[in-house]
């Protein structure tokens, strides 16, 4: 079955500094996998998705991500944070299937940007 | 163009109670899917529509169940409610459901008491 693994629960970084929040799958099939934002009481937000082709996915907001098949890895970096991207973020993957048409999530990482 | 519109936003019920959750997708899409938020097991897939017709289950007891019509717009029903049942409830809708991105609504917060 499948699965997503986010090691770090929270991560504290000072602003302007990069950051990486990690994402590992589990799955026995090809997949399609996601990096989802949630800002207090609200909804989650597409930052950015690989389907398939290059590797290095680009998002909203400055942020990118790498999907390593080996590894079965799909860490988010952003290379200078602000304040405002403090917030939860979710991976989620989909597996290629026919007739699968979930997302399953990780626990979630939860950003906090320091002054 | 109108996002995916979730009400109630808030609600307060009774455990033994019976709960009805609404949801307004993005005009054109049909596929919408719902999912359970809660602190202890994060988000949780429910199930998923695509015109009017259920593809996709969870794994929750049958109390809780769902349904969506013509018009794309779903609800989903939890009965007997148990204090457990306390989450956000998430909805979300897409084009296909697969591959294309999900677009989320902002919640009803569901409080058993």
């Known amino acids: 079955a499948q699965s997503v693994t986010q090691l770090d629960s929270q991560v504290p970084v000072f602003e302007e500094a990069p950051v990486e929040l990690r994402c590992n799958y589990s799955?026995?099939?090809?997949?399609?996998l996601f990096w989802y934002v949630q800002y207090p009481n609200q909804g989650l937000q597409l930052l950015l998705k690989?389907?398939?082709?290059?590797?290095l996915v680009k998002g909203i907001n400055g942020f990118e991500a790498e999907f390593n098949k080996s590894q079965t890895s799909f860490h988010l970096r952003k290379p200078s944070v602000h304040i405002s991207d403090t917030a939860e973020y979710f991976c989620?993957?989909?597996?290629?299937?026919?007739?699968?048409?979930?997302?399953?999530f990780g626990t979630g990482t939860r950003l906090k940007v320091l002054a | 163009k109108a996002g995916v519109t979730q009400t109630p936003r808030y609600l307060i019920k009774t455990r033994g109670q019976q709960v009805t959750l609404s949801c307004s997708p993005i005009?054109?899409?049909?596929?919408v899917s719902w999912y359970q938020q809660t602190p202890g097991q994060g988000l949780q897939f429910l199930f998923e529509?695509?015109?009017?017709?259920?593809?996709n289950k969870g794994n929750f007891p049958g109390r809780f169940s769902g349904r969506q019509f013509s018009n794309s717009r779903s609800e989903m029903n939890v009965s007997t409610l148990e204090l457990g049942d306390s989450a956000l409830y998430l909805c979300?809708?897409?084009?296909?459901?697969?591959?294309?991105?999900?677009?989320f609504g902002q919640g009803t917060r569901l409080t058993v008491v």
């Open positions: 690989y389907l398939s082709g290059s590797t």
């Open positions: 005009s054109g899409h049909r596929s």
């Open positions: 979300a809708s897409s084009w296909t459901g697969k591959k294309t991105e999900a677009f």
């Open positions: 529509y695509f015109s009017e017709t259920q593809r």
């Open positions: 989620a993957v989909s597996e290629s299937l026919p007739g699968t048409y979930k997302y399953i």
């Open positions: 799955s026995s099939v090809s997949v399609y």
